[in-house]
Nanobody
Framework: QVQLVESGGGSVQAGGSLRLSCAAS????????MGWFRQAPGKEREFVAA???????YYAGSMKGRFTISRDNAKNTVSLQMNSLKREDTAVYFC???????????????????WGKGTLVTVSS
């Protein structure tokens, strides 16, 4: 079993920045991928970004250039730096854990083995 705890959510004005973090604990495999998804009020959950064990990254088109995913393998953490935030970025952000080390673009919805409980990001104008 793997536990995921997100932190860093909050309220920010449009144009501002936030940094989310997710810490994995428990029975983590030796190598694994991680990612972020989000769910806005009244909408379906959508993919944000993923990062392989090796550090390779993959972003949803609308987030590319504004969001940066990174990880610290020694600390079992993944972070999401969000810049130039827009009102439409308001959502609950979920950390995702894959028991495979590579998340091939297009497969980010498959094999999400664990989810965090989410952290709320609110962007106001």
């Amino acid at each position: 079993q793997v536990q995921l705890v997100e932190s860093g959510g909050g309220s920010v004005q449009a144009g501002g920045s936030l940094r989310l973090s997710c810490a994995a604990s428990g029975r983590t495999p030796s190598r694994y991928g991680m990612g972020w998804f989000r769910q806005a009020p009244g909408k379906e959950r959508e993919f944000v970004a993923a990062i392989n064990w090796s550090g390779g990254t993959y972003y949803a088109g609308s987030m590319k250039g504004r969001f940066t995913i990174s990880r610290d393998n020694a600390k079992n953490t993944v972070s999401l730096q969000m810049n130039s935030l827009k009102r439409e970025d308001t959502a609950v952000y979920f950390c995702a854990f894959y028991t495979r080390e590579t998340v091939v673009p297009g497969t980010q919805w498959y094999g999400v083995d664990y989810w965090g409980k989410g952290t709320l990001v609110t962007v106001s104008s």
